[in-house]
């Protein structure tokens, strides 16, 4: 059954196509004047306008146009009625209808123009799907290609900067090692030189050596502990942009929160209206999954990043005097669901969103559509890793007030 608004001021004509199109069990609307008509088709959307072009009160031209040029309107199929005297001036007037059928109305024929106009209507919107999920994929395309790029990027200039800093980290054990054993050897001087010169103990005062004696270690401590950390930093990258080029490879999920974690440190101390975003890590004894690693990291980060983002609007949102008081948390917990899956759930204590993400995050063309808020874009992003590529589960519970909790069920293997 279609929809069919007929635009027709003859009554002969309108009785007749309302007549044999109710028959064949269309829904038809029949309007006498264009200014109706066109009033009518933006409330209807029909599948398909049949309009009298012999009529001089209906400027069937005007109509074509109008109908053309309105992006909802546009896929109707647009039936002209016309003479064959008439169609020869229609045709050099270029009018952009669809079809035409000759008056006086033979019923096959009608029924044959509205057929098409269905069928047209179908093939327009296998069209538009086809096209949709051709975008979808070239946008994942380009995302896959994106990503590894700057996986590669990352790798590359984290292995720059670990080579000089394993340097300078290995090298402080030295120097750790010949401060205090020079130390030492200064102690001895001290107890020995019972009576140093005046030189000596000026140069003592200037410089402050017992304060200098007792610093010195901690100074090299500290360049240990920096070193350190800027070590953890590079090994997270380099784990976090590993290359999925190889396939599927086993993958400690603890690992991968961790590094993530690491990764997003920056993001978490008080800001201006916000205190401390605290992590709280509950993590069972899980076994190493199969699965491709980067892309994996990729989802944790944006679940964890949408996390921060929506605690922070949280205590944007709050009062003042409020917003000292919120304690923002996110509590990421895993374990083994049975012998085939596991479980991650990363869930926070914010009070910002209150409607349920989960239809939008699922929608295959999200990535289709630039007018979504990009609250959901990188979720739609975690979801399509987890739920296509991963075989898994993605789901999102959200209670007004109490906070949103992103659950994820990955299986074991890859099968």
Not at 273 to 299: H, S
Not at 347 to 361: E, G, L, R, Y
Request: glycine share 4%.
């Amino acid at each position: 059954m279609a929809k069919i608004l007929a635009i027709i001021a003859d009554t002969v004509t309108f009785q007749v196509v309302q007549e044999l199109l109710s028959q064949e069990g269309h829904q038809v609307r029949v309007v006498p004047d264009d200014k109706e008509g066109l009033e009518l088709a933006k409330e209807l959307s029909p599948d398909a306008i049949i309009c009298d072009g012999t009529s001089p009160q209906i400027n069937f031209l005007e109509v074509c146009r109008l109908v053309k040029a309105e992006r909802e309107l546009a896929a109707a199929y647009f039936i002209l009625l016309t003479t064959p005297e008439q169609f020869d001036e229609v045709q050099a007037l270029d009018a952009p209808f669809d079809d035409f059928l000759f008056k006086p109305i033979v019923k096959q024929e009608l029924l044959a123009r509205v057929r098409a106009s269905k069928r047209s209507h179908e093939l327009r919107g296998q069209l538009e799907l086809t096209q949709q999920e051709l975008d979808l994929s070239r946008d994942r395309m380009l995302q896959t290609e994106k990503m590894s790029s700057l996986g590669e990027l990352v790798s590359g200039i984290a292995h720059e900067i670990n080579n000089p800093i394993t340097f300078i980290y290995s090298n402080l054990t030295h120097v750790q090692s010949y401060a205090t054993d020079l130390i030492e050897l200064l102690r001895l001087y001290q107890k020995e030189l019972v009576n140093p010169g005046a030189e000596i103990l000026q140069k003592q005062q200037d410089m402050d050596v017992e304060f200098v004696l007792d610093d010195l270690l901690k100074i090299v401590s500290s360049m240990r502990t920096g070193s350190d950390r800027i070590r953890q930093i590079i090994l997270s990258l380099q784990d976090f942009s590993r290359s999925d080029r190889s396939g599927w490879q086993l993958f400690d999920v603890s690992d991968g929160l961790e590094n993530t974690l690491l990764l997003l440190q920056h993001r978490l101390p008080a800001r201006e209206g916000r205190r401390d975003i605290k992590v709280m890590k509950q993590f069972g004894n899980l076994p190493q999954i199969e699965c491709y690693a980067g892309l994996l990291n990729q989802a944790f980060l944006n679940i964890i990043n949408h996390a921060i983002d929506a605690l922070e609007e949280s205590a944007q949102e709050l009062e003042e005097l409020e917003s000292i008081k919120f304690k923002p948390v996110i509590l990421i917990t895993t374990q083994v669901v049975d012998a085939q899956r596991i479980s991650i759930e990363i869930a926070d204590n914010d009070i910002a969103h209150s409607k349920d993400i989960t239809a939008q995050i699922s929608d295959p063309f999200l990535g289709a559509k630039p007018a979504e808020p990009p609250i959901s874009s990188g979720l739609a992003l975690s979801y399509r890793i987890i739920v296509e590529q991963h075989k898994g589960e993605f789901k999102c519970f959200s209670e007004p007030g109490k906070g949103t909790k992103i659950q994820l069920e990955l299986p074991l293997r890859h099968s």
